[in-house]
């Protein structure tokens, strides 16, 4: 039980940082965009 426990937090811990991520990338190309203008 205390497994499936700590896969699932793993598993949420992942999907978080993964967001994060995809966030950053998004900023990132939205600034270079402003940075062209």
Known sequence: MSY???LD???KKQ???WI???N???I???HQKLQKH
């Open 15 to 17: 999907s978080f940082l």
């Open 9 to 11: 937090k793993y598993v």
């Open 28 to 30: 990132e190309r939205y």
């Open 20 to 22: 994060i991520h995809k």
């Open 24 to 26: 950053n990338a998004q």
């Open 4 to 6: 499936l426990m700590a």
